[in-house]
Protein backbone atom coordinates (compact mmCIF):
# COMPACT_ATOMS: atom_id res chain seq x y z
CA UNK A 1 0.00 0.00 0.00
CA UNK A 2 2.95 2.23 0.67
CA UNK A 3 4.53 1.77 -2.64
CA UNK A 4 1.23 2.67 -4.24
CA UNK A 5 0.86 5.91 -1.83
CA UNK A 6 3.91 6.84 -3.34
CA UNK A 7 2.89 6.83 -6.82
CA UNK A 8 0.22 8.68 -6.97
CA UNK A 9 2.74 11.99 -6.65
CA UNK A 10 4.33 10.68 -9.91
CA UNK A 11 1.03 10.01 -11.52
CA UNK A 12 -0.42 13.25 -10.68
CA UNK A 13 3.06 14.94 -11.42
CA UNK A 14 2.67 13.19 -15.32
CA UNK A 15 -1.45 14.31 -15.67
CA UNK A 16 -0.30 17.81 -14.44
CA UNK A 17 2.38 17.83 -17.38
CA UNK A 18 -0.44 16.97 -20.06
CA UNK A 19 -3.38 19.10 -18.73
CA UNK A 20 -0.64 21.80 -18.75
CA UNK A 21 0.87 21.46 -22.04
CA UNK A 22 -2.59 21.73 -23.21
CA UNK A 23 -3.60 24.95 -21.31
CA UNK A 24 -0.44 26.44 -22.00
CA UNK A 25 -1.49 27.32 -25.67
CA UNK A 26 -3.50 30.16 -25.42
CA UNK A 27 -6.83 29.11 -27.21
CA UNK A 28 -7.72 31.18 -29.60
CA UNK A 29 -11.24 31.04 -31.02
CA UNK A 30 -11.71 30.70 -34.62
CA UNK A 31 -13.47 33.61 -35.18
CA UNK A 32 -10.27 35.42 -34.44
CA UNK A 33 -8.42 33.69 -37.18
CA UNK A 34 -10.13 35.91 -39.96
CA UNK A 35 -9.30 38.49 -37.33
CA UNK A 36 -5.85 38.37 -37.99
CA UNK A 37 -5.35 39.06 -41.39
CA UNK A 38 -6.24 42.56 -40.76
CA UNK A 39 -5.32 43.21 -37.02
CA UNK A 40 -2.64 42.47 -34.22
CA UNK A 41 -2.71 41.98 -30.40
CA UNK A 42 0.03 44.86 -29.22
CA UNK A 43 1.98 44.27 -32.72
CA UNK A 44 0.94 47.36 -34.18
CA UNK A 45 -0.74 48.56 -36.61
CA UNK A 46 -1.73 46.42 -39.83
CA UNK A 47 -4.50 46.82 -42.13
CA UNK A 48 -6.74 47.76 -39.30
CA UNK A 49 -5.95 48.86 -35.85
CA UNK A 50 -4.10 47.01 -33.26
CA UNK A 51 -6.39 45.91 -31.30
CA UNK A 52 -4.57 45.60 -27.84
CA UNK A 53 -6.56 47.49 -25.26
CA UNK A 54 -9.53 47.89 -27.55
CA UNK A 55 -12.34 46.88 -24.65
CA UNK A 56 -10.71 49.76 -22.72
CA UNK A 57 -11.33 52.18 -25.73
CA UNK A 58 -14.73 51.42 -26.71
CA UNK A 59 -17.67 49.55 -25.08
CA UNK A 60 -18.98 46.17 -25.30
CA UNK A 61 -22.24 47.54 -27.11
CA UNK A 62 -20.35 49.82 -29.48
CA UNK A 63 -17.99 46.47 -30.49
CA UNK A 64 -20.62 44.19 -31.06
CA UNK A 65 -22.33 46.40 -33.37
CA UNK A 66 -19.06 47.56 -35.12
CA UNK A 67 -17.85 44.04 -35.17
CA UNK A 68 -21.12 42.96 -37.15
CA UNK A 69 -21.18 45.60 -39.17
CA UNK A 70 -18.80 48.36 -39.52
CA UNK A 71 -20.23 49.89 -42.74
CA UNK A 72 -23.80 50.57 -41.38
CA UNK A 73 -22.73 52.43 -38.48
CA UNK A 74 -20.46 54.46 -40.72
CA UNK A 75 -23.39 55.03 -43.00
CA UNK A 76 -25.58 56.14 -40.09
CA UNK A 77 -22.71 58.58 -38.98
CA UNK A 78 -21.37 56.88 -35.90
CA UNK A 79 -18.68 59.54 -35.50
CA UNK A 80 -15.83 56.43 -34.07
CA UNK A 81 -17.05 54.34 -36.96
CA UNK A 82 -16.64 56.93 -39.32
CA UNK A 83 -13.13 58.31 -38.33
CA UNK A 84 -11.94 54.79 -37.83
CA UNK A 85 -12.62 54.35 -41.51
CA UNK A 86 -10.84 57.47 -42.58
CA UNK A 87 -7.67 56.88 -40.46
CA UNK A 88 -7.20 53.55 -41.87
CA UNK A 89 -7.38 54.66 -45.39
CA UNK A 90 -11.48 53.71 -46.11
CA UNK A 91 -10.23 50.12 -46.20
CA UNK A 92 -14.25 48.57 -45.36
CA UNK A 93 -14.25 45.76 -42.43
CA UNK A 94 -16.15 42.74 -43.88
CA UNK A 95 -19.81 42.07 -41.99
CA UNK A 96 -19.34 39.45 -39.88
CA UNK A 97 -22.71 36.83 -38.92
CA UNK A 98 -21.50 36.16 -35.37
CA UNK A 99 -23.61 35.38 -32.23
CA UNK A 100 -23.01 37.56 -29.01
CA UNK A 101 -20.96 34.73 -27.50
CA UNK A 102 -18.57 34.31 -30.83
CA UNK A 103 -18.25 37.91 -30.74
CA UNK A 104 -17.34 37.88 -26.87
CA UNK A 105 -15.08 35.11 -27.19
CA UNK A 106 -13.18 37.08 -29.58
CA UNK A 107 -12.95 40.44 -26.84
CA UNK A 108 -12.04 37.87 -23.90
CA UNK A 109 -9.58 36.60 -26.43
CA UNK A 110 -7.95 39.79 -26.95
CA UNK A 111 -8.19 40.71 -22.81
CA UNK A 112 -6.23 37.86 -22.03
CA UNK A 113 -4.04 37.82 -24.71
CA UNK A 114 -0.50 36.79 -23.09
CA UNK A 115 2.33 37.58 -25.55
CA UNK A 116 5.08 35.64 -23.12
CA UNK A 117 2.91 32.32 -22.99
CA UNK A 118 3.01 32.36 -27.24
CA UNK A 119 6.02 30.68 -29.08
CA UNK A 120 7.65 32.92 -31.78
CA UNK A 121 9.14 31.51 -34.70
CA UNK A 122 12.23 32.93 -36.90
CA UNK A 123 12.98 32.28 -40.15
CA UNK A 124 15.45 31.12 -42.08
CA UNK A 125 18.18 34.30 -42.63
CA UNK A 126 19.46 35.38 -45.91
CA UNK A 127 22.48 37.31 -46.56
CA UNK A 128 22.50 40.13 -49.06
CA UNK A 129 25.46 40.79 -51.53
CA UNK A 130 27.50 42.23 -48.62
CA UNK A 131 27.30 39.71 -46.02
CA UNK A 132 24.87 41.22 -43.55
CA UNK A 133 21.86 39.48 -42.53
CA UNK A 134 17.73 39.58 -43.32
CA UNK A 135 16.91 37.92 -40.31
CA UNK A 136 12.87 37.85 -40.41
CA UNK A 137 10.58 36.49 -38.29
CA UNK A 138 7.16 35.35 -38.41
CA UNK A 139 5.60 37.17 -36.10
CA UNK A 140 7.23 40.65 -37.88
CA UNK A 141 6.49 38.96 -41.04
CA UNK A 142 2.61 38.06 -40.29
CA UNK A 143 1.46 39.30 -37.03
CA UNK A 144 -1.04 37.03 -35.65
CA UNK A 145 0.87 34.07 -36.86
CA UNK A 146 1.62 32.77 -33.18
CA UNK A 147 -0.34 30.34 -30.72
CA UNK A 148 -2.93 28.88 -33.34
CA UNK A 149 -1.51 24.99 -32.49
CA UNK A 150 -2.41 23.11 -29.54
CA UNK A 151 0.40 21.23 -29.30
CA UNK A 152 3.59 23.01 -30.40
CA UNK A 153 5.94 21.15 -32.61
CA UNK A 154 7.86 18.36 -30.70
CA UNK A 155 5.27 18.86 -27.28
CA UNK A 156 3.36 15.98 -27.68
CA UNK A 157 6.36 13.01 -28.38
CA UNK A 158 7.47 13.16 -24.68
CA UNK A 159 3.74 12.82 -23.30
CA UNK A 160 2.82 10.41 -25.72
CA UNK A 161 5.64 8.21 -24.80
CA UNK A 162 5.31 8.87 -20.95
CA UNK A 163 1.86 7.77 -20.88
CA UNK A 164 2.78 4.59 -23.02
CA UNK A 165 5.10 3.73 -20.82
CA UNK A 166 2.68 3.68 -17.67
CA UNK A 167 -0.19 1.71 -19.78
CA UNK A 168 2.66 -0.97 -20.03
CA UNK A 169 3.89 -0.73 -16.80
CA UNK A 170 0.75 -1.19 -15.27
CA UNK A 171 -0.23 -4.15 -17.32
CA UNK A 172 3.37 -6.05 -16.83
CA UNK A 173 2.74 -5.15 -13.18
CA UNK A 174 -1.13 -6.33 -13.01
CA UNK A 175 -0.39 -9.66 -14.61
CA UNK A 176 3.32 -10.50 -13.30
CA UNK A 177 4.87 -8.57 -10.80
CA UNK A 178 2.19 -7.20 -8.66
CA UNK A 179 3.92 -4.47 -6.49
CA UNK A 180 0.72 -3.28 -6.51
CA UNK A 181 -1.60 -4.76 -4.86
CA UNK A 182 -4.66 -2.50 -5.50
CA UNK A 183 -6.22 -3.20 -8.78
CA UNK A 184 -8.25 0.26 -9.29
CA UNK A 185 -4.84 1.79 -9.37
CA UNK A 186 -3.83 0.10 -12.85
CA UNK A 187 -7.21 0.56 -14.03
CA UNK A 188 -7.10 4.45 -12.98
CA UNK A 189 -3.81 4.36 -15.54
CA UNK A 190 -4.75 2.37 -18.05
CA UNK A 191 -7.90 4.19 -18.25
CA UNK A 192 -6.10 7.87 -18.33
CA UNK A 193 -3.38 6.76 -20.03
CA UNK A 194 -5.47 5.45 -22.89
CA UNK A 195 -7.59 8.74 -23.01
CA UNK A 196 -4.26 11.08 -22.84
CA UNK A 197 -2.80 8.73 -26.17
CA UNK A 198 -6.30 8.87 -27.66
CA UNK A 199 -6.10 12.01 -27.39
CA UNK A 200 -2.62 13.32 -28.51
CA UNK A 201 -3.31 10.60 -31.84
CA UNK A 202 -6.44 12.62 -32.47
CA UNK A 203 -4.83 16.14 -32.40
CA UNK A 204 -1.42 15.47 -34.35
CA UNK A 205 -3.54 12.94 -37.19
CA UNK A 206 -5.88 16.28 -37.40
CA UNK A 207 -2.97 18.10 -37.89
CA UNK A 208 -1.45 16.30 -41.07
CA UNK A 209 -1.08 17.96 -43.83
CA UNK A 210 -1.10 21.30 -41.99
CA UNK A 211 1.93 24.17 -42.82
CA UNK A 212 0.47 26.89 -40.41
CA UNK A 213 3.84 28.72 -39.82
CA UNK A 214 5.51 26.85 -42.91
CA UNK A 215 8.34 29.42 -45.03
CA UNK A 216 10.73 27.04 -47.24
CA UNK A 217 13.89 28.25 -48.49
CA UNK A 218 13.56 29.83 -52.19
CA UNK A 219 16.37 29.83 -54.70
CA UNK A 220 15.84 33.70 -54.98
CA UNK A 221 15.67 35.61 -52.12
CA UNK A 222 12.32 37.91 -53.30
CA UNK A 223 10.46 40.08 -50.80
CA UNK A 224 6.64 40.94 -51.78
CA UNK A 225 7.00 43.40 -48.94
CA UNK A 226 9.41 45.36 -51.61
CA UNK A 227 7.00 44.19 -54.73
CA UNK A 228 3.88 44.20 -53.09
CA UNK A 229 3.88 46.65 -50.46
CA UNK A 230 6.59 49.26 -51.41
CA UNK A 231 6.30 49.71 -54.85
CA UNK A 232 2.52 48.73 -54.79
CA UNK A 233 2.64 45.90 -57.59
CA UNK A 234 -0.40 44.39 -57.50
CA UNK A 235 -1.16 40.28 -57.04
CA UNK A 236 -2.84 40.09 -59.90
CA UNK A 237 0.25 41.09 -62.11
CA UNK A 238 2.39 38.36 -61.29
CA UNK A 239 -0.32 36.02 -60.34
CA UNK A 240 -2.44 36.44 -63.34
CA UNK A 241 -4.10 33.60 -63.79
CA UNK A 242 -5.62 33.89 -60.42
CA UNK A 243 -8.66 35.26 -62.17
CA UNK A 244 -9.36 32.73 -64.29
CA UNK A 245 -7.74 29.30 -63.10
CA UNK A 246 -7.78 27.52 -60.11
CA UNK A 247 -4.29 28.15 -59.62
CA UNK A 248 -2.80 31.55 -58.68
CA UNK A 249 0.08 30.53 -60.55
CA UNK A 250 3.83 30.98 -60.06
CA UNK A 251 5.07 33.85 -62.37
CA UNK A 252 7.61 33.02 -65.17
CA UNK A 253 11.46 34.56 -65.48
CA UNK A 254 9.56 36.76 -68.98
CA UNK A 255 7.31 38.30 -66.09
CA UNK A 256 10.39 39.54 -63.77
CA UNK A 257 12.24 40.93 -66.46
CA UNK A 258 9.65 42.98 -67.33
CA UNK A 259 11.04 45.32 -64.47
CA UNK A 260 14.31 43.22 -63.76
CA UNK A 261 15.39 43.78 -67.71
CA UNK A 262 16.20 47.36 -66.03
CA UNK A 263 16.44 47.37 -62.49
CA UNK A 264 19.45 45.48 -61.82
CA UNK A 265 20.38 46.90 -57.89
CA UNK A 266 18.00 46.07 -55.20
CA UNK A 267 18.18 48.02 -52.12
CA UNK A 268 18.73 44.65 -49.40
CA UNK A 269 20.26 42.04 -51.75
CA UNK A 270 22.20 44.23 -54.15
CA UNK A 271 22.76 42.43 -57.57
CA UNK A 272 23.74 38.83 -56.43
CA UNK A 273 20.09 37.86 -56.59
CA UNK A 274 18.71 39.61 -59.23
CA UNK A 275 21.02 38.58 -61.14
CA UNK A 276 19.87 35.00 -60.58
CA UNK A 277 16.69 36.47 -62.26
CA UNK A 278 18.91 37.12 -65.17
CA UNK A 279 20.76 34.18 -65.58
CA UNK A 280 17.51 31.95 -65.77
CA UNK A 281 16.52 33.98 -68.16
CA UNK A 282 19.37 34.06 -70.83
CA UNK A 283 19.97 30.38 -70.24
CA UNK A 284 16.15 29.99 -71.09
CA UNK A 285 15.48 28.30 -67.62
CA UNK A 286 12.85 28.03 -64.89
CA UNK A 287 13.57 29.23 -61.34
CA UNK A 288 12.29 26.62 -59.14
CA UNK A 289 10.04 28.59 -57.13
CA UNK A 290 9.13 26.33 -54.01
CA UNK A 291 5.18 26.78 -52.84
CA UNK A 292 3.92 27.79 -49.32
CA UNK A 293 0.42 26.63 -49.56
CA UNK A 294 -0.40 23.66 -50.15
CA UNK A 295 -4.31 21.61 -49.65
CA UNK A 296 -4.55 17.77 -49.84
CA UNK A 297 -5.30 16.33 -52.89
CA UNK A 298 -8.71 15.46 -51.58
CA UNK A 299 -9.38 19.22 -51.63
CA UNK A 300 -11.05 21.06 -54.98
CA UNK A 301 -10.17 24.79 -54.55
CA UNK A 302 -10.64 27.26 -57.38
CA UNK A 303 -8.96 30.57 -57.13
CA UNK A 304 -11.03 31.91 -60.01
CA UNK A 305 -14.03 31.24 -57.20
CA UNK A 306 -12.76 33.15 -55.02
CA UNK A 307 -10.96 35.95 -56.80
CA UNK A 308 -12.86 36.24 -59.62
CA UNK A 309 -16.59 35.36 -58.80
CA UNK A 310 -16.38 35.84 -55.16
CA UNK A 311 -13.81 38.90 -55.22
CA UNK A 312 -12.01 38.02 -52.25
CA UNK A 313 -9.01 39.64 -51.62
CA UNK A 314 -5.35 38.02 -51.52
CA UNK A 315 -4.66 38.79 -47.75
CA UNK A 316 -7.72 37.19 -46.61
CA UNK A 317 -6.45 34.08 -47.26
CA UNK A 318 -2.60 34.54 -47.39
CA UNK A 319 -2.64 37.09 -45.11
CA UNK A 320 -0.98 40.51 -44.92
CA UNK A 321 1.29 39.52 -47.75
CA UNK A 322 2.54 43.55 -48.51
CA UNK A 323 4.38 43.26 -44.76
CA UNK A 324 6.50 39.65 -45.76
CA UNK A 325 9.76 39.82 -46.62
CA UNK A 326 9.45 36.03 -46.81
CA UNK A 327 6.02 34.51 -47.38
CA UNK A 328 5.09 32.33 -44.42
CA UNK A 329 1.52 30.28 -44.35
CA UNK A 330 -0.80 32.00 -41.47
CA UNK A 331 -3.71 30.68 -42.17
CA UNK A 332 -4.00 26.84 -41.11
CA UNK A 333 -6.23 26.55 -44.38
CA UNK A 334 -8.14 23.04 -42.53
CA UNK A 335 -11.90 22.52 -43.01
CA UNK A 336 -12.89 23.83 -40.09
CA UNK A 337 -10.98 27.40 -41.38
CA UNK A 338 -13.05 27.34 -44.66
CA UNK A 339 -16.47 26.40 -43.35
CA UNK A 340 -16.49 29.30 -40.83
CA UNK A 341 -15.19 31.75 -43.85
CA UNK A 342 -18.27 30.62 -45.64
CA UNK A 343 -20.54 30.66 -42.78
CA UNK A 344 -19.76 34.41 -41.87
CA UNK A 345 -18.27 35.77 -45.74
CA UNK A 346 -21.31 37.96 -47.58
CA UNK A 347 -21.63 36.73 -50.71
CA UNK A 348 -21.51 40.48 -53.11
CA UNK A 349 -24.32 40.36 -55.73
CA UNK A 350 -24.02 43.98 -56.66
CA UNK A 351 -22.81 44.21 -60.36
CA UNK A 352 -22.09 41.19 -60.07
CA UNK A 353 -23.12 38.47 -63.27
CA UNK A 354 -22.22 35.34 -61.83
CA UNK A 355 -25.27 35.44 -59.08
CA UNK A 356 -27.88 36.43 -61.42
CA UNK A 357 -29.13 33.06 -61.61
CA UNK A 358 -29.81 33.53 -57.45
CA UNK A 359 -33.54 35.02 -58.43
CA UNK A 360 -35.04 34.45 -55.31
CA UNK A 361 -32.06 36.17 -53.32
CA UNK A 362 -31.72 38.41 -55.64
CA UNK A 363 -35.55 39.57 -55.24
CA UNK A 364 -35.17 39.31 -51.29
CA UNK A 365 -32.24 41.66 -51.63
CA UNK A 366 -34.18 44.31 -53.63
CA UNK A 367 -36.82 44.39 -51.31
CA UNK A 368 -34.91 44.56 -48.34
CA UNK A 369 -36.55 41.04 -46.87
CA UNK A 370 -32.77 40.46 -46.25
CA UNK A 371 -29.46 42.60 -46.19
CA UNK A 372 -27.00 39.93 -47.07
CA UNK A 373 -26.20 36.60 -48.02
CA UNK A 374 -23.42 34.33 -46.63
CA UNK A 375 -21.52 31.72 -49.62
CA UNK A 376 -23.15 28.40 -47.11
CA UNK A 377 -26.29 29.91 -48.00
CA UNK A 378 -25.66 29.58 -51.50
CA UNK A 379 -24.29 26.07 -51.30
CA UNK A 380 -20.77 27.02 -50.13
CA UNK A 381 -20.34 24.38 -47.30
CA UNK A 382 -21.79 21.71 -49.49
CA UNK A 383 -19.38 18.41 -49.25
CA UNK A 384 -19.60 18.37 -52.80
CA UNK A 385 -18.48 21.75 -53.71
CA UNK A 386 -14.52 20.99 -52.27
CA UNK A 387 -14.87 17.26 -52.48
CA UNK A 388 -16.98 16.16 -55.47
Given amino acids: MRKSIILIPVLLLCFSFFFQNIHAQTQAPPEWQVCS ?5 GK ?3 IGPDLKGVT ?5 EWLYSFIRSSQTMIKNGDPTAVKLFEEYNKIPMPDNNLTDEQIEGILTYIENYDESAVT ?3 ATTQQDEAGADHEVEYEEAAPGLKGHTKYGPGNTQP ?5 LILIFVALIDLAFTKIIRAKFIHIIIILVSVFVVGEIVYVEAKALGRQEGYSPDQPVWFSHKVHAGQNQIDCLYCHHTAMESKSAGIPSVDVCMNCHNVVKNGKKTGTEEIAKVVEAYNNGESIEWVRVHNLPDHVW ?3 AQHVNAGRRECQECHGPVETMDRIVQVKNLGMGWCINCHRTSEVKFEENSFYKEYVRFQEQMKSGERNRVTVDEIGGNNCQVCHY
Fill in 159 to 163: TFIIF
Fill in 56 to 60: ERHDR
Fill in 37 to 41: ACHTI
Fill in 44 to 46: GKL
Fill in 120 to 122: SAT
Fill in 301 to 303: FSH
